[in-house]
């Protein structure tokens, strides 16, 4: 992601962990995980299905206080100058622990949003890992995971705008050609049979398994057609490949 600004748990100046970054890498890895109710809270709501882990790799910026960042550490590994801050807690409800966690690329404006990755209900599992020297690049490690909170989001992460919304309405066919009720089409082998679409669909469905053709009185199965997606026009085509029958 390059430079970028890092919130956890807000986006205001009153956070003592918003970082602005030299540069950051993070990896999102789903992973099936039973989840322990007892652990997670809002029991009557949550599913056991699916988490998401991201591991965070930040540089920091210059002239960075660390101590800002990081205000419960407690462990200093001397030589390596290391830094851990606390041991993670255990046993705690979402509603407790977890925060919204965003990744905003800083050469883009904040209303930008269509590289930021967001993580709506962050959880951080291993503690922040600090490596730190006054001449070179300090590194920040740490790993967070997303696990499903219906009362929080039904999304465990998002790159892009994480306000937008999937179109849940399904694409319908606006023209066929022939029309449906002509009655002067030629049913010999060879015939196309065009289903124009309102909107693109996946290529990749648009296969002979997902049609069926019959014929109108006794339902007696045809299967003597290819099929195709003609992206440029939004049109699925079937040719057949024997003559139809009258009423199929």
Avoid at 23 to 33: A, K, L, Y
Avoid at 127 to 136: E, I, L, M, P
Wanted: with cysteine.
């Amino acid at each position: 992601m390059g430079p970028a600004k890092w919130y956890w748990g807000g986006t205001g100046p009153e956070h003592l962990q918003d970082v602005y970054t030299k540069g950051s890498e993070f990896t999102v890895t789903p992973q099936t995980q039973a989840v322990e109710f007892d652990i997670v809270g809002h029991v009557d709501d949550i599913e056991t299905d699916l988490s998401v882990e991201a591991k965070i790799a930040i540089a920091l910026a210059p002239g960075m206080d660390i101590s800002t960042f990081l205000p419960y550490i407690n462990k200093i590994v001397d030589g390596e100058k290391v830094l851990f801050d606390g041991v993670v807690d255990i046993g705690r409800s979402l509603r407790d622990r977890g925060k919204p966690l965003l990744l905003h690329p800083a050469n883009l404006a904040d209303s930008d949003v269509s590289q930021d990755f967001y993580m709506p209900c962050a959880v951080c599992t291993s503690g922040f890992r600090v490596v730190y020297d006054n001449t070179t690049v300090r590194i920040i490690e740490a790993t967070f995971t997303g696990y499903v909170d219906n009362l929080t989001s039904k999304r465990k992460f998002q790159i892009g705008d994480r306000t937008a919304q999937a179109d849940v309405t399904p694409p319908a066919v606006s023209e066929t050609i022939p029309t449906s009720d002509a009655d002067d089409v030629v049913i010999d082998s060879g015939l196309n049979i065009d289903f124009v679409m309102s909107e693109h669909i996946d290529p990749a469905t648009v296969i002979k398994g997902n049609t069926l053709f019959m014929t109108a009185d006794d339902h007696i199965v045809f299967g003597d057609y290819s099929v195709v997606y003609l992206g440029a026009a939004k049109t699925i085509r079937i040719k057949t490949t024997a003559a139809l029958e009258n009423l199929t």
